[in-house]
């Protein structure tokens, strides 16, 4: 008989097992543990050329739109409607625009609860890039109650034109870079444009009905406004105007998710090739089913920002510096400090300054401008990665489903 205790034999033949450490992490794959890494991913396509210069496109037919209102003077009065949407950005001042007749400060409070309630949730327009702080001020300035027709007319036909050269120049950005964060073979400069052209019915469309909107439900607030010249009807309106509140909740449920939405409509086009309606219906989904995903995606997108605009900064800040610092060996030191005074000089007085100084000083401002198109090019590449997310959220399409053909009988 076998004693019991003894161990069991062991063959020479099998080798001993020797435990394996069981679920070793091999490779994390970000984009699936943390989706949102896709931002980082378009912060990058931002830096291309194209989107780039799409941006710069879009920056200058903008800037040539607004500077035709000027000359016209739509804005009704002594100054236009953007220098007038550049004097809101102090606390003190009015939300939206600084009439003759400064509006009453507690009236103000009250039509703006969040001015005292969250003081500082205006301030954050002070701190966005000077171009998108204009265009959000400009936005507030129709739906401000006590700005004039001329005021109105003067900021809706910039903001008109605003949407119509992104709807061209957006969904061309939103295309390149939703094609290059699928790894496909993404449109150059020409194309993007040519596809931007065939496209911006759509994008500019979607803006345009859902302002219409707007102003149809805004009618019975216009009625009830003519009951209200008189003082029986102004006591009218103030017993009713609970009811006027919560009718208006529709109207800012449209106008929310037109100022959040429009990025989103624009990359609709862009990523879907979709008609008005879709991007309509996909935007506004997508914003009030997921408001916390929105807000998080954008946040992301601001810290991604810093280190973006950063990088565009001092990239520029480089190339300007380092040009004159290589021409002033030939130059000497006297001859260097003259000629950056009149560079200087150029801004202000040109007449004063020699060609050469106001040829530089021009080519120095086209760097500036195309820093400040860098971060348009970023919004809208910020704004296709924020689609993607959403749609994934919402729908659970992966982020690889772009439309790459036409669908038969478009164009």
């Given at each position: ?16 097992q ?45 800037w ?20 007038a ?34 003081p ?41 034109w ?29 194309d ?30 216009a009625?009830?406004g ?16 609970p ?8 109207l800012?449920?449209?106008?929310v ?22 991007a309509?219906?996909?935007a ?9 995903h ?5 946040l ?112």
């Amino acid at each position: 008989m076998s004693d019991p205790a003894s161990p069991a034999p062991v063959s020479a033949e099998s080798p001993p097992q020797i435990s394996q450490p069981m679920n070793t992490v091999q490779a994390i794959q970000w984009s699936e543990a943390l989706p949102w890494w896709i931002l980082f991913r378009a912060a990058g396509v931002a830096f291309s050329p194209t989107v780039i210069l799409l941006a710069a496109l879009g920056c200058l037919a903008t800037w040539a739109g607004w500077s035709l209102a000027d000359s016209l003077r739509l804005a009704g009065a002594e100054r236009t409607a953007v220098a007038a949407v550049r004097a809101i950005g102090s606390p003190d001042g009015p939300v939206a625009l600084q009439l003759a007749s400064d509006s009453l400060p507690a009236a103000d409070r009250l039509l703006v609860p969040s001015r005292e309630v969250l003081p500082g949730l205006l301030g954050l327009i002070d701190r966005l890039p000077a171009s998108a702080a204009d265009v959000l001020r400009l936005v507030s300035v129709p739906f401000q109650p006590s700005a004039t027709i001329g005021q109105m007319f003067g900021a809706i036909a910039r903001l008109g034109w605003f949407a119509l050269v992104w709807a061209i120049f957006g969904t061309a950005i939103t295309r390149h870079v939703a094609l290059k964060l699928i790894g496909e073979d993404a449109p150059g400069l020409v194309d993007a444009i040519f596809y931007g052209t065939r496209k911006w019915g759509s994008a500019f469309n979607a803006v345009a009905f859902v302002l219409l909107g707007i102003v149809a439900l805004a009618v019975p607030g216009a009625v009830l406004g003519l009951l209200m010249r008189t003082d029986i009807g102004l006591a009218l309106a103030g017993a009713i105007w609970p009811v006027v509140l919560i009718g208006a909740i529709v109207l800012a449920i449209l106008a929310v998710g037109l100022l959040a939405g429009w990025p989103l409509m624009v990359a609709a086009v862009g990523v879907e090739r979709g008609d008005s309606f879709q991007a309509i219906s996909t935007a506004f989904s997508y914003l009030y089913q997921r408001p916390l995903h929105y807000a998080f995606y954008g946040l992301i997108a601001l810290l991604v920002a810093l280190p973006s605009l950063a990088a565009a900064g001092v990239f520029a800040d480089a190339t300007g510096t380092l040009a004159m610092w290589a021409a002033s060996f030939g130059m000497g030191h006297d001859r260097t400090a003259a000629v950056m005074e009149g560079v200087a000089a150029a801004g202000n007085t040109a007449a004063s300054a020699p060609w050469g100084a106001r040829a530089i000083g021009f080519w120095m401002r086209g760097l500036q401008w195309l820093l400040s198109s860098f971060g348009w090019g970023y919004f809208w590449a910020i704004a296709t990665a924020g689609y993607l997310l959403l749609r994934q959220d919402v729908d659970g399409t992966e982020f690889d489903e772009v439309v790459l053909e036409e669908p038969a009988g478009n164009a």
